[in-house]
T-cell receptor, first 115, second 114 residues
Framework: GAGVSQTPSNKVTEKGKYVELRCDPI?????LYWYRQSLGQGPEFLIY????????DSGLPNDRFFAVRPEGSVSTLKIQRTERGDSAVYLC?????????????FGPGTRLLVL | GDSVTQMEGPVTLSEEAFLTINCTYT??????LFWYVQYPGEGLQLLLK?????DKGSNKGFEATYRKETTSFHLEKGSVQVSDSAVYFC?????????????FGTGTRLTIIP
């Protein structure tokens, strides 16, 4: 079956612009996670959705970052007034129900470059 | 807070050598432990996992045992192949208020030479 997909695969933008990154999880998965991976580092948690609601957004670095999942499937990560420090690979993952020890399936990521 | 410390890389081995990548963790509860792998040009994928103490995860000849007494989850393989060249990430989820968010180590780049 289809895995997690993310679009675009690459995004180049200028400092101060607004960007949207899309994640399409595995069908039927209620849990969805966003992570950010900087060069040479492991992924870092940003936000967790259970269904339509953001159950934990404690990893969002500041109020320029926002994410939605209005119908409990596709999610969009939105970044306002981008800064050069936002450059990273943004990863999305989904799991069946978010239960203990469940495997998270990752998408290929969106590589964001802010010039 | 939770943290994962894994062996600094890069690691270079000859084909058929024995592999160990060390991973230790700090967590407030009783976490689940994972090894994820990122092959060149591909996304992160689960290699193996263990959800309670003394469990052994295994896959593709790799093994790791959840050691609560030493807070470790070292990855081992008896005979590596060129196709094992990748970046390996140790991770934990601490069942924090129902949020299974993963905390990752920094990754270990493994290169196997023929």
């Amino acid at each position: 079956g289809a895995g997690v997909s993310q679009t675009p695969s690459n995004k180049v933008t200028e400092k101060g612009k607004y960007v949207e990154l899309r994640c399409d999880p595995i069908s039927g998965h209620t849990a969805l996670y966003w992570y950010r991976q900087s060069l040479g580092q492991g992924p870092e948690f940003l936000i967790y959705f259970q269904g339509t609601g953001a159950a934990d957004d404690s990893g969002l670095p500041n109020d320029r970052f926002f994410a939605v999942r209005p119908e409990g499937s596709v999610s969009t990560l939105k970044i306002q007034r981008t800064e050069r420090g936002d450059s990273a690979v943004y990863l999305c993952a989904s799991s069946f129900s978010g239960g203990n020890g469940e495997t998270q399936y990752f998408g290929p990521g969106t590589r964001l470059l802010v010039l | 807070g939770d943290s994962v410390t894994q062996m600094e890389g890069p690691v270079t081995l000859s084909e058929e050598a024995f592999l160990t990548i060390n991973c230790t963790y700090t967590a407030t509860g009783y976490p689940s432990l994972f090894w994820y792998v990122q092959y060149p040009g591909e996304g992160l994928q689960l290699l193996l996992k263990a959800t309670k103490a003394d469990d052994k995860g295994s896959n593709k000849g790799f093994e790791a045992t959840y050691r609560k007494e030493t807070t470790s989850f070292h990855l081992e393989k008896g005979s590596v192949q060129v196709s094992d060249s990748a970046v390996y990430f140790c991770a934990l989820s601490d069942h924090d208020f129902g949020n299974e968010k993963l905390t990752f180590g920094t990754g270990t780049r493994l290169t196997i030479i023929p």
